[in-house]
């Protein structure tokens, strides 16, 4: 079956270190999604691509960076971790309709200590 | 105001009752709703598109008011599995075919046995 994987799962790490949650999907999907997911905030986009060598920034992208060198993988950098980017980050896929449904990976719970 | 707006509950209902709540959306060029369920500590899944004619699903039925701008849940004979958390995302398309697609903070759901 098709799938969407987020890896790692969880992640302690320290301010100013860089991480790097990768994601990665198998349903040859177009767009994909970066999410992170904080109490009261609900999910608030990070950077999406709609496709290899797009991507754009979301609501919430500064301290982060995505690149997209194929289809199936939107791994998402903190190029300098601060503890405010502790959160669960989900990645998202979709086929390409703006009306399609999204599939999102189990989630990485990142701590930035 | 926000983008979109859910109450958060929780709500605490009898196994059996029907229960609904609504979603407030403050753009009215939103063009795609829906409703993603998303349990504890687990990823959203999509529960149902939401259109202009209204829809039903079973038990759940998804309601679309456009001139309140808001959009509705309603769960009949509701089951200890419905206990989750509900989403309320709206979509907006632009002309230069760029979308923004806004999350809820999530209604918390709880069937009581």
């Known amino acids: 079956d098709a799938e969407i994987t987020q890896s790692p799962r969880h992640k302690i790490t320290e301010t100013g270190r860089q991480v790097t949650l990768a994601c990665h999907q198998t349903?040859?999907?177009?767009?994909m999604f970066w999410y992170r997911q904080d109490l009261g905030h609900g999910l608030r986009l990070i950077h999406y691509s709609y496709g290899v060598q797009d991507t754009n920034k979301g609501e919430v992208s500064d301290g982060y960076s995505v690149s997209r060198s194929n289809t199936e993988d939107l791994p998402l950098t903190l190029e300098s971790a601060a503890s405010s980017q502790t959160s669960v980050y989900f990645c998202?896929?979709?086929?390409?309709?703006?009306?399609?449904?999204?599939?999102f990976g189990e989630g990485s719970r990142l701590t930035v200590l | 105001r926000k983008e979109v707006e859910q109450d958060p509950g929780p709500f605490n209902v009898p196994e059996g009752a029907t229960v609904a709540f609504n979603c407030t959306y403050s753009n009215s060029a939103s063009q795609s709703f829906f409703w993603y369920r998303q349990d504890c500590r687990k990823e959203p899944k999509l529960l149902m598109s939401?259109?202009?004619s209204g829809n039903e699903d079973g038990r759940f039925t998804a309601q679309l008011n456009r001139a309140s701008q808001y959009i509705s849940l309603l769960i009949r004979d509701s089951k200890l599995s419905d206990s989750a958390t509900y989403l309320c995302?709206?979509?907006?398309?632009?002309?230069?075919?760029?979308?923004?697609?806004?999350f809820g903070t999530g209604t918390r759901l709880t069937i009581i046995p």
């Open positions: 349903w040859n999907h177009n767009n």
């Open positions: 998202a896929s979709r086929s390409g309709s703006d009306t399609g449904e999204l599939f």
């Open positions: 995302v709206v979509n907006i398309l632009s002309n230069f075919g760029n979308e923004k697609l806004t």
């Open positions: 939401v259109y202009s």
